[in-house]
């Protein structure tokens, strides 16, 4: 009943919508650079006879898809909004049915631990489903017109690091760096979401429960902005995305950011099952 009161409302599917719009926009991008590109190469051909063309590393899926480039307004849009994204869809459900007498309700006539788990896992879902299912549509119209190339290091026009996570797998098999990093954002989604979640068991406004990760994200986008020695990126806006936009990202702390956030997300089931339902 969760999950389908998660995946069935009107915020999921707006939230969806919004993620769509801005993989689609992102994708008629790079479609038009695509594009030019292909005709200014068949102009230099008529006129060099050249058998490597340099310019091909810029136009290929790794640096195509909304994970990996960083112009369109798409990208922008999508990589700032996700926070709030994800917790949109369901997140707020808890203080919602609190406020109402809906969640004594139920308590009265089942097991508080097994609602407050459900809910957990819908919202976890509700919140994972807006980052992945944009992203994966996004790589999928891009792979369709544009060529899923094996990326070149020696490459200027591959913006990664050597020293990031997964960087091996980038500069080997790129389709399956792509699916990872999808499958990291769906994660990410999902305890963003059961942090906003966790949080309302501790905070009465469904308001600032919902936009406390990404007021938590906004701070660390202004250290990483602000500190010019930091070794690894720090801000999720940053390493969530495929590509690094900054610095190089570090597996620890990516771990240590999720870590966090389903540590907030737990202990807010924790106080719940422990006070008395009101």
Partial sequence: MEMRKALKNKWFWGMLLLGCVCG???FLYRYSVYLDWQREAGILAEMIDSPYD???QANILANSWIGGE???LGFALFFFLFPLMATVPYAW??????RVGYLALVCANASKKGYYCAKAAAVFMGGGLVLAVPQLLNAMLVSAVIPNLVPDSL????ASFQESMWSGIFFTKPGVFLLLYIALDF???GLIALAAYGAGFFIRSQAAAMVLPFGIFLAFRQWSQADH???FEVSPFYFLHAM???GPVNGMIVAAFAFGLACVGFLGLWKGCRDEVL
């Fill in 229 to 231: 020695m930091l070794a």
């Fill in 24 to 26: 689609f926009f992102s």
């Fill in 187 to 189: 994660v990410f989604g």
């Fill in 54 to 56: 340099p310019d091909v």
């Fill in 93 to 98: 459900s808890y203080i919602q049915e609190k």
């Fill in 70 to 72: 960083v112009f369109s």
């Fill in 155 to 158: 490459s200027l026009s591959v």
């Fill in 244 to 246: 690094p936009v900054v």
